[in-house]
């Protein structure tokens, strides 16, 4: 391999990564638009996730992209998206809308000390969260889930 050819090779190289860096920072600035902030786990798992969560939001209504974008929510780690990838945009919304109606009405009961309504809507809430990789243990929220 001659100079001009590992020049080029170089100059491929540099186009290529400048080409990457750019469309991470495009998924990233789509969930930073609505609200948004970046994700939690490893570097390569951010960097696929944060792509994988871009497309999702694309075809979303602002309501639902701001939902599943809002950093307080569950929907914060990359395992999140990346795991959930195969399914439709419109199924994740739904989740994390009703998992916070299902968390206003367990908290709405236990106001109102009605204990038994409150064990019910959280045994729920829990078996929903389950469902999707969700765990209560004190490392996180975010349990893997074994193929």
């Known amino acids: 391999m001659g100079a001009d050819e590992k020049l080029q090779d170089n100059d491929d190289r540099m186009r290529f990564i400048k080409w990457y860096e750019k469309s991470i920072h495009d998924a990233r600035s789509i969930a930073k638009a609505f609200g948004g902030k970046a994700l939690k786990g490893t ?20 309501e639902d992209a701001e939902l599943v974008c809002d950093p307080s929510g569950l929907l ?40 038994e309504g409150y064990e019910k ?7 929903k969260l389950e469902k999707w990789g969700f765990s209560d243990e004190p490392r996180g929220l975010y349990k893997r889930r074994r193929r």
Do not use: C, P
Request: proline letters at 0%.
């Open 76 to 115: 914060t780690h990359a395992h999140f998206w990346i795991e959930h990838r195969d399914k439709d945009r419109r199924v994740i919304a739904e989740f994390e809308r009703n998992r916070r109606k299902l968390l206003q009405e367990a908290q709405a009961l236990k106001a109102a000390g009605n204990a």
């Open 121 to 127: 809507v959280t045994a729920l809430y829990s078996e």
């Open 43 to 62: 570097a390569k798992q951010k960097e696929w996730a944060e792509k994988i969560r871009a497309s999702k939001i694309d075809g979303m209504s602002a």
